[in-house]
């Protein structure tokens, strides 16, 4: 992970973007922003009650001077807040609803980056990926074209670093989702400087199995071609499929399996067909192979929203919130 780090740190450097951690009261995340204050890449937005996140960092034996803490509860910005939710929601939440919803850190941090406040917020130390990713797309929003959110791992062992989704959000997953799913991961390959070769995975290589499913995968490849090539950015970008894995990862079987292939074994952005495959895939990876797994980064949203683990440390909630200012650039 070192590697990409690097990268995004020189990126970032002196530009202190606000990412706001709604999760102060929990040590890892208050530890990560007393680490990420030191640096002059990211400032963090702290949410949570003062006087118990001084009480923690007390606790720690860490320095919070100069960090910005903010409460949702007694903030000022909270009426104006409220009102922009109720606008944004177009009917859907009174005042008095949204009065009640920003107590919820995770609507209001969320709402801080809709106002413009900050770039971007990295939550789920202490939430599901639900609590995260419900304000997300209620208030920020896919961006024009993209009819979904989808959530991407960077895999990371020394030199190697790859690229696999959607192992976080959409249980179902039709063609159509699936070619958006590989353009959004191919976007989010090379604004992490990767040059994307994308491998649409399933159970057959070219067609050496016929079942709805391979062909979804078949269909969903067919797509993302002709999209790619309205996509101005992804100039160079390949994407092909379907392929069993090794036959997207090694080469000798790749010129068994699909000799006419773009891609040689040299896949380094997979694009799994479901999301059992998928967190089933990139923990297998993560477990078994000893890959680092960054994320899940969300993908197609207005502006970047970050779920951590429940599981994460202190170290997982700084590279996420470096990834995360990384993302808003």
């Given amino acids: 992970m070192a590697n990409l780090l690097e990268v995004l740190n020189e990126k970032l450097s002196g530009k202190n973007v606000k990412i706001v951690l709604p999760e102060g009261n929990d040590e890892r995340v208050l530890q ?3 680490e990420l204050h030191k640096g002059d890449k990211v400032a ?3 949410l949570g009650d003062k006087t118990e996140i001084e009480a923690l960092a ?3 034996g860490v320095a919070i ?13 909270r009426e104006d807040l409220i009102a922009k939710f109720v606008e944004r929601r177009k009917g859907k939440a009174t005042e008095e609803q949204a009065t009640e919803m ?9 709402m801080l980056v809709y106002a413009g406040h900050a770039a971007g917020l990295v939550s789920g ?7 995260t990713v419900r304000p997300a797309l209620q208030i920020i929003k896919t961006k024009p074209g993209v009819s979904r959110t989808s959530g ?3 895999m990371m062992r020394g030199e190697e670093q790859y690229v696999m989704g959607d192992c976080a959000i959409n249980p179902q997953l039709d063609s159509q989702a699936l070619a958006e799913i590989a353009i959004e991961s191919a976007k989010t390959a090379k604004q992490f400087g990767m040059e994307p070769k994308v491998a649409m995975l399933s159970f057959s290589t070219k067609g050496s199995a016929k079942t709805p499913e391979t062909e979804k995968v078949t269909e969903a490849t067919k797509l993302a071609q002709e999209k790619l090539a309205s996509e101005s950015d992804l100039q160079g970008v390949v994407i092909d499929g379907e392929f069993q894995f090794d036959a997207a990862f090694v080469p000798s079987v790749a010129a068994k399996k699909a000799p006419e292939s773009p891609i040689q074994g040299d896949a380094n952005v997979f694009v799994f067909p479901s999301l059992e495959a998928g967190n089933i895939g990139y923990k297998i990876a993560q477990r078994l192979g000893g890959f680092d797994a960054v994320g899940p980064i969300l993908q197609g949203l207005n502006a970047p929203v970050n779920d951590l683990s429940r599981g994460c440390s202190t ?3 700084v590279s996420l919130s470096i990834i995360t200012a990384a993302q808003s650039l």
Avoid: C, Q, R, W
Wanted: charged share 25%.
């Fill in 32 to 34: 990560a922003a007393v």
């Fill in 44 to 46: 963090p937005i702290v």
């Fill in 58 to 60: 007390a606790k720690l």
């Fill in 65 to 77: 001077d100069g960090i910005e803490i903010m409460d949702p509860a007694t903030s000022e910005l």
């Fill in 102 to 110: 920003l107590k919820d850190p995770n609507y209001f941090g969320t």
């Fill in 125 to 131: 130390a202490a939430h599901s990926t639900a609590d």
């Fill in 152 to 154: 991407v791992f960077f």
């Fill in 315 to 317: 170290e997982d909630v």
